[in-house]
């Protein structure tokens, strides 16, 4: 498990954008499914985009196709979460997480937080 840290959350009016990013110092993301999860309080942690870093393959939940985008560094230890046109339903605590290595995003991964071993603390978006 490596400590992961996020950035880059904060307050936006509806349509506004936001980049997070994700960064575990010292460590270089390379062939991990890596992902952004986003949990409302009194809901289960819910994925939203992911990208295996071996390929570059990304995948999103359909409510946030067209306006995220999960991208890496070129030096594959910063992931980022481009986030476009906000809406209010995006509010939430963003979560970085990462599969173990070699593991793909394969399956359920949106709905399967169990499946990836290293988180970060979270970073508060708010869309209002």
């Known amino acids: 498990q490596v400590q992961l840290v996020e950035s880059g959350g904060g307050s936006v009016q509806p349509g506004g954008s936001l980049r997070l990013s994700c960064a575990a110092p010292g460590y270089k993301w390379s062939r991990h499914c890596m992902g952004w999860f986003r949990q409302d309080p009194g809901k289960e942690r819910e994925g939203v985009a992911a990208m295996y870093t071996g390929s570059g393959t990304t995948y999103y939940v359909d409510s946030v196709k067209g306006r995220f985008t999960i991208s890496q560094d070129n030096s594959e230890t910063t992931l980022y979460l481009q986030m476009n046109n906000l809406k209010p339903e995006d509010t939430g605590i963003y979560y970085c997480?990462?599969?173990?290595?070699?593991?793909?995003?394969?399956?359920?991964?949106?709905?399967?937080?169990?499946?990836?071993?290293?988180w970060g603390h979270g970073t508060q978006v708010t869309v209002s």
């Open positions: 997480a990462a599969r173990p290595f070699l593991l793909s995003c394969a399956g359920d991964w949106s709905s399967t937080p169990e499946t990836f071993a290293s």
